[in-house]
């Protein structure tokens, strides 16, 4: 199991001890606006959703979508991480943040954290990201990190169209020292 330390905040592998959390997170109206709506409805249907689709991505690819834990509450503010997607040429970053937390830097820390582990322990050389044409605050992020604007895309021909981002993983001296350590 991976997991990532940074200053504030553990990244670590999703469990079913998330259910609370994760059905928590992806009802707030911003995930339900700009990420949209998995049918979660209950903190056991979130466990349904972290064992048939992070943990198989963590077997399979090495890496997935992680909880980020606040480190001197190990309180889970987010997730965090790498998702494969049909349609994409490459490893997406992802991310979503409980909105309380937002304006923290949280969701940077986090993905620059993440974006080490991808280029240090999985040897990835270059992601992508997507998010919603109206979601500015994830796009502004994506650009702060880096991040190059390729257009628009569709994951599917009937899927809505999307922000399509990319980014080198090379060293750039533009993280900010975020992973202070990674272990497998």
């Known amino acids: 199991m991976a997991t990532i330390e940074t200053e504030r905040l553990h990244l670590r592998e999703m469990t079913a001890a998330d259910g609370e959390f994760l059905n928590a997170l ?30 198989p991505s963590y077997r399979k690819h090495g890496y997935g979508l992680y909880a980020v834990e606040v480190a001197a509450s190990q309180q889970p503010v987010g997730i965090t991480g790498l998702v494969r997607r049909a349609g994409l040429t490459c490893p997406d970053l992802g ?64 899927a809505e169209e999307l922000r399509l981002f990319e980014r080198a993983l090379q060293e750039t001296g533009n993280e900010s020292g975020a992973a202070a350590s990674i272990a497998s």
Request: charged share 30%.
């Open 95 to 158: 991310f979503a943040f409980l909105e309380e937390t937002w304006g923290r830097g949280y969701a940077r820390e986090a993905s620059e954290a993440a974006m080490v582990d991808a280029r240090e322990r999985l040897r990835i050389d270059r992601i992508q990201a997507i998010c919603s044409p109206a979601n500015v605050r994830s796009i502004g992020l994506l650009l702060r990190l880096g991040f190059q604007s390729k257009g628009l895309t569709r994951l599917t021909p009937e």
């Open 26 to 55: 992806m009802n707030e109206p911003p995930y339900l606006q700009y990420i949209g709506d998995r049918g979660i409805r209950s903190p056991e249907d979130a466990v349904r959703f972290i064992e048939s689709s992070f943990v």
